[in-house]
Every structure is written in C-alpha cells, then in structure tokens.
C-alpha cells in the first residue's frame, strides 16, 4: 500500500531509534492526538453522568448500578461483531464516524438538557448510545496502530496512546467534577467539543489502509467471529489475559459503583473533590505508561504483569479505611488512587503489547474484540452487584468485599504460563511487511 505521507514508515526508518521514527510520523501523530481528545471526551461524560444522576437526580445504589450498566452492555452485545466488521474495515473512517456519531448524542441530550428533560430515563439511553460507538472505536483504535506503525514498535505506540488516555483521566474526571457546579446541559455537552476534536485530527490522516481480507469471498461475520474465539482460546497467554481481565473488570465495575457513593456520601466530598480523586489516577497512569516502556524488557513481561497487579488492585482495599472526619483522608485517597493508576496502567500497557506481538496482522481487530468481550462483558453484572451489595451491606462493607475481589486477577496470571513470559516477546506467524508497516 502506497503511503501518502512523505514521514511515513520508509525501509530506511528501520536504521532510526524507534522512539524518534514514530514521533516523526505525522499520521502517527494525529491518531495519538485524536485518541487523546476523544478519550478526554469519554472520561469526562463518565463522571458527568453518573454524578449528575447521584447529586442532581438523587438516585439511589440501584439506579447507579443500572446507569452504569446500561452504559457497559454494548461491550458484552457488540464487541465480537464489531472486531470482525473492523478487520474488514479502514480503521480511520470507524474511527471518525463514532466520533461524529458521538458528539451528536451528546449535543441532543445538551439540547435535552436546556428544555428540562434530562432525566434518568435520558441518561440511560445516553450512556448505552455512547458505550456503544466507544465499543467501536476502542477497537479500531487498537488495531489502527498495527496498521501505522512497525510491530518493533509497538510498544512505544501503545505507551504513547496509553499516556494519553492517562492525560484524558487526568482531566476528565477533574473536569466533569468542575462541571458539575454548571447547568446540566454544559456539563454533558463538554464531551461533544472534544469529539469533534477528535474527529478533526484522525480524519487527516493520510495514510491509505488496505484492510486484510477485504475480498467478495471474505467468510461470514459468524465464522469470522468464531475463528477469532478459537485463535484467543487456544493461545495460552491470550487464554489467560482474557479470564485475568474478567475477573478484574467484574470486580472493578462492582467496586466503582460502591466507589461512586462511597466519596460523596461516606466521605462526605463535594463533586469537585470526587473529580479531583477521580483524576488522580492520571498523573498515575502517566507514570504507569512511561514505565511499561522499560520495565517489561528489563524484568521480564510476566512479573511485570503479576507484580503491578498485585500492587495496583491492592492498593484499593485501603480505600474503606477512610473516614470524612479524619484531616488525612483527601491526601490518602489521593494516594491511594494514584499507585492504583500508576500500576494498573503498568499492567494495560504490557497486556496490549502482549496481545499484538502474538496476534497475527489480519486476527487483530477479532483478537482485541474477542478479549474485549471476555474481559469487560461481564462488566454490566459488576455495576449491578455493586449497587445491590452497597444497598444490602452498605457502602463501606460492600467496597471492601468487592475490591478484595479484584485479587483475583494477579492470580489467575501467577498460575498461568503469562507469568513466565520473558524480556523479549514471542512473534506472530504472520506479519505485515518490516519496510511499510500499512502494507497488505
């Protein structure tokens, strides 16, 4: 495949450092930049809404859990089709249309907003809409830096796309805490600017994708979808990132919902204090994606995964500890969060990278896709069993028996082989050609 960009991927980049090659690329440079502003746009409605339902609408545990899980299920309905309709698709044109599509559903629910209708009912239908087109460019996302860049470096793409969804949790959650002192219909409709932002850059993209298997005799989206379970199951490492992640994200979406109500109503916090603990993960994660660079090839990709796990999950069994009263309890809960970001981001960057090195060029977008559903589809029951325990035992029980439950998951990948993965990570039978990373 031809490449418009004169900076582009060229045989010569091979004799470059491969950070300075990939910054020197521009259409690199634009998708970082798009993924950046759209994540901060999905961030942010992330706390506006559910603390719009909580501190506007009062809703109880039960209504938070389904708000939440509402916004969750389009990872469990969709996530298989849409990894097999990506790998047949330009990434760059997915990506640009649920950016668009996202920031219309925002901008009528603003509209919603200034008549006085955004009410539970429109929240719900909200977060399902925007869950839904995330689902579709988190996948083509990931299989887009595949298609841009060399698979050497992958590595450093994905800490760079991870350090911008690190910069998007630092300001988003900020940000939609802050927001929260507006009227409703600012506050939702802060994430539409930074969509279209989003879509703005990504769409000036230069390089032409030639999409594997992109033929009249290309298979069906069922064989396709289960030629994708099939490829995930049978790799071992893949095998065990897919039941590490489930177990992890049931119990996170559980623990957050309990999270969610915990800071406001135990801790007593304002929304804009909810934001700021909120956000504290970022500088956290950022830190997390600047170490994923280095840690994986000095130590080893499986004890970085188990140790960070071990770390970064434990670190929120400290959380219901915390009392409102107490004058330590903001600067605790700031640092809790931050070694949580700091060593969970440790643990999604090394995961990705994991991923892509194993997964051959035409199997990515169904690979991501296929661990996608596993790891967070069950995400919707978590939300929903958070709130019913936070309503049954109350919140403070209820956040520490559910973020104990996120120990799990660093077990699950100590027993497994991904714990003996080395320095150097096994390669795909197949790969794009070394001098055009696009081509096909």
Excluded: K
Aim: a positive charge; proline letters at 6%.
């Amino acid at each position: 495949m031809p490449s418009a960009s004169s900076d582009s991927s060229a045989p010569s980049d091979s004799h470059r450092p491969v950070t300075s090659s990939l910054w020197r690329d521009r259409d690199f440079r634009r998708l970082w930049a798009g993924q950046t502003t759209s994540q901060l746009g999905e961030h942010t409605a992330l706390v506006v809404l559910p603390l719009f339902a909580v501190l506007t609408l009062e809703a109880d545990a039960g209504e938070l859990g389904v708000l939440r899980a509402v916004g969750q299920a389009p990872i469990l309905l969709l996530s298989l089709f849409v990894g097999a309709w990506v790998d047949r698709w330009r990434t760059r044109t997915v990506m640009v249309l649920t950016d668009a599509a996202r920031a219309l559903a925002l901008g009528a629910a603003a509209v919603a907003g200034l008549l006085g209708g955004l009410g539970l009912p429109v929240l719900l239908v909200l977060a399902f809409v925007v869950g839904a087109l995330s689902v579709f460019f988190d996948v083509a996302y990931q299989t887009s830096l595949v298609r841009l860049v060399r698979r050497d470096q992958l590595l450093g793409g994905n800490s760079a796309l991870e350090g911008s969804r690190s910069a998007a949790q630092i300001g988003g959650p900020a940000l939609g805490g802050a927001l929260m002192s507006l009227p409703a219909a600012i506050a939702v409709a802060s994430g539409a600017l930074f969509f279209v932002l989003s879509f703005l850059s990504i769409g000036r993209i230069s390089r032409v994708e030639s999409p594997p298997e992109r033929s009249e005799r290309s298979p069906r989206v069922g064989r396709r979808i289960r030629e994708g379970l099939r490829f995930v199951a049978r790799d071992a490492s893949l095998r065990t990132i897919c039941l590490a992640s489930a177990a992890f994200q049931f119990a996170l979406a559980a623990t957050m919902t309990a999270y969610l109500l915990f800071l406001p109503r135990e801790l007593r916090l304002s929304g804009a204090m909810v934001g700021l603990a909120l956000a504290a993960t970022g500088p956290g994660a950022l830190l997390g994606s600047l170490l994923a660079a280095r840690l994986p090839g000095r130590f080893g990709h499986g004890a970085v995964l188990v140790c960070a796990a071990v770390i970064g999950n434990g670190a929120l069994l400290c959380v219901p500890a915390l009392h409102g009263s107490s004058p330590g309890t903001v600067p605790a809960l700031l640092l809790i969060t931050f070694v949580f970001g700091t060593f969970s981001q440790l643990v999604n960057v090394t995961v990705m990278a994991v991923r892509q090195a194993v997964t051959p060029y035409g199997m990515q977008g169904r690979a991501a896709a296929t661990i996608t559903f596993v790891g967070m589809g069950l995400t919707p029951l978590g939300s929903l069993l958070g709130g019913y325990l936070a309503a049954e035992w109350g919140v403070r029980t209820s956040l520490l028996a559910t973020s104990a439950g996120m120990m799990l998951s660093p077990a699950l990948m100590a027993l497994s082989p991904l714990a003996r993965l080395g320095r150097r990570l096994p390669a795909a039978t197949d790969s794009p050609p070394t001098g055009s990373p696009g081509q096909h």
